[in-house]
């Protein structure tokens, strides 16, 4: 179900999406071009409240949910990504504090965030990029206080911002405990003290603020240290499993976005007499994507509630999330633009270039808070776990049952987030359980055989991932090939668990499996197995859906019709 707040925000952002207004998307390709920041767009997301709700709830914030956050962006990202990057941003600066930072500290930033603070953070540099540990800028103790001095480049509102939050060496040494994280407030330090570098000219979200910024000798408070230092780099690595996934929620806006663009346009073109969406060729290409946004919400939707309900697991559930969604989408929204033909590529003159910036845009997802390759190298790190954890049948079936929207979601307690999580992953580890239970959802006629047949497709290539991952040969410095393969075959392993897992939370009442067909099909797909012609008529049937809804809204599980069905 779709809560309150996001409806809300829908009809907020109703009001200023046409007739010139901030989010009219003729006034968003023109900013675009300019390359101007979005700042009326900002305005009316701060006048709707969406700022608190990237103030955890226990510090008198909204956030008690990061499913409701997910919504919300997504439904900024379904208009614009770079408004959504741009005020987004803020949750990503916060969200060490709300882990780590003292109560005093916290409810000073979740005051400054109620009223529109911008919040940014601030942790690669010029010649390092992701490469955290040979960060040079450095903190040293000063009379008392922190003395910073250094750079940080390429930092998202790093010039707009009025607070960062910093990583800093406060070790000579370096090394895993030679970093820790300031607040820095840059309304309280010296003139003179600190400079923005220039704006980057970027390929996408050309109106972001992609700067930097340059201390020289900036007295910062003790109280501005986040946490104990020496611990910068460990608050910062489960800051990102939290991160990581809520910015998902850019990928799904961004094809909810595309798909009705696509729609829209195979509706209203004709080619040799007939409607383009009348072709077969073109309502598979529409289903396919339709598919495609059911498999990634669906690993966004598990991933979000995990953080609440598999908090130790997180590790493995962030790097999935990062590491699957951004490029599924982005390959889906190439296949669109072919549908498109040269009106995908058109800056102004088919939809004022909506779906080329879009696409545009949505580059940058899979690279910021941790590349594709940097959580498949985290995947690799914990196949000793994974095949450890479905070996042994160990799995935390009541924090998947809690990780299910069906029920209340639990509370978030940070102090439960892990750096690496040696129970593996229960949402894959308790998929044989689950489709043992599609057996009996089967046997009772509320499930096509054919479907419980590709669960159990599934689960045997779901067992084969984790043979291959109990032998693969690595060392640290060496991952072949073969390892990274793997990590992208487990993240498909999870998202058809997290397919099984939804349909059977769903499943109280007899309803049309037609979501969960079609996302197992796109799974399949992706670990290699062949789906054959009857199988794949799915996608159809949701090009069907597509198609036939009021304004081509796109396929979702998380809003219901006037039966309560699913889609």
């Not at 498949?376 to 160990?394: E, K, M, N, Q, T």
Request: one cysteine or more; charged letters at 20%.
């Amino acid at each position: 179900m779709l809560h309150d707040s996001v409806l809300g925000l829908e009809r907020a952002l109703s009001r200023s999406d046409t007739d010139g207004g901030p989010l009219d998307p003729a006034r968003m390709a023109e900013l675009d071009r300019l390359e101007a920041f979005p700042d009326e767009a900002c305005a009316v997301l701060d006048a709707a409240g969406l700022g608190a709700h990237y103030v955890d709830a226990r510090h008198g914030g909204r956030l008690h949910d990061h499913v409701e956050l997910v919504q919300l962006l997504r439904t900024v990202a379904r208009r614009d990504l770079t408004v959504a990057v741009a005020h987004g941003k803020t949750f990503l600066g916060s969200a060490p504090v709300w882990i780590a930072g003292s109560a005093e500290q916290a409810a000073r930033l979740a005051t400054a965030v109620r009223r529109g603070a911008v919040v940014s953070w601030a942790l690669t540099e010029r010649d390092h990029g992701s490469d955290l540990l040979a960060g040079e800028l450095t903190a040293r103790r000063e009379n008392g206080q922190w003395r910073l001095d250094g750079e940080k480049w390429l930092i998202n509102n790093a010039s707009r911002g009025h607070l960062l939050c910093v990583l800093a060496r406060t070790g000579d040494e370096g090394g895993p405990r030679g970093f820790s994280l300031f607040l820095v407030d840059k309304s309280q330090l010296e003139p003179g003290s600190y400079r923005h570098l220039p704006k980057v000219r970027t390929h996408g979200i050309r109106g972001a603020d992609i700067s930097g910024i340059a201390f020289d000798g900036a007295q910062v408070p003790h109280a501005a240290l986040v946490g104990d230092v020496g611990t910068g780099v460990e608050i910062v690595l489960k800051a990102l499993q939290l991160t990581r996934t809520v910015s998902t929620a850019l990928s799904l806006g961004a094809l909810d976005h595309g798909l009705r663009i696509a729609a829209d346009y195979a509706v209203d073109r004709n080619l040799y007499g007939r409607r383009l969406a009348e072709l077969p060729r073109v309502r598979r290409i529409l289903g396919q994507a339709s598919a495609a946004l059911v498999v990634a919400e669906a690993v966004t939707v598990v991933a979000a509630r995990s953080i609440h309900a598999l908090t130790p697991e997180m590790a493995v559930i962030s790097a999935v999330a990062k590491g699957l969604v951004p490029g599924l989408v982005q390959d889906t929204l190439e296949r669109l633009a072919e549908l498109l033909g040269v009106r995908s590529f058109l800056s102004e003159s088919y939809e004022d270039g909506a779906f080329a910036k879009l696409e545009r845009d949505h580059r940058i997802v899979a690279i910021f808070d941790g590349s594709t390759a940097v959580n498949r190298s985290l995947l690799v790190d914990h196949f000793p776990a994974l095949a450890r954890g479905l070996r042994r049948g160990r799995a935390d079936l009541d924090g998947v049952a809690a990780a299910m929207p069906g029920g209340p979601v639990p509370a978030f307690d940070p102090a439960r987030l892990r750096l690496l999580s040696t129970g593996g992953c229960s949402p894959v580890q308790s998929l044989t359980g689950a489709v043992g239970r599609l057996g009996t959802a089967a046997d009772q006629g509320l499930l096509p055989a054919d479907t419980l047949a590709m669960a159990r497709d599934l689960a045997a290539v779901t067992d084969g991932v984790h043979a291959a991952m109990e032998s693969q040969e690595r060392t640290p410095r060496d991952v072949p090939q073969s390892a990274f393969e793997l990590a992208a075959q487990y993240e498909l392993c999870f998202a058809g668990a997290a397919l099984v897992h939804l349909w059977l939370d769903g499943a109280r009442t007899p309803h049309d499996a037609l979501w969960l067909r079609a996302g197992l099909a796109v799974v399949l797909t992706g670990l290699g197995l062949h789906v054959d012609e009857s199988r794949a008529t799915a996608y159809d049937r949701l090009a069907d859906r597509l198609l036939g809804s009021a304004g081509h809204e796109p396929p979702s599980l998380l809003a219901t019709d006037d039966r309560g069905a699913v889609l």
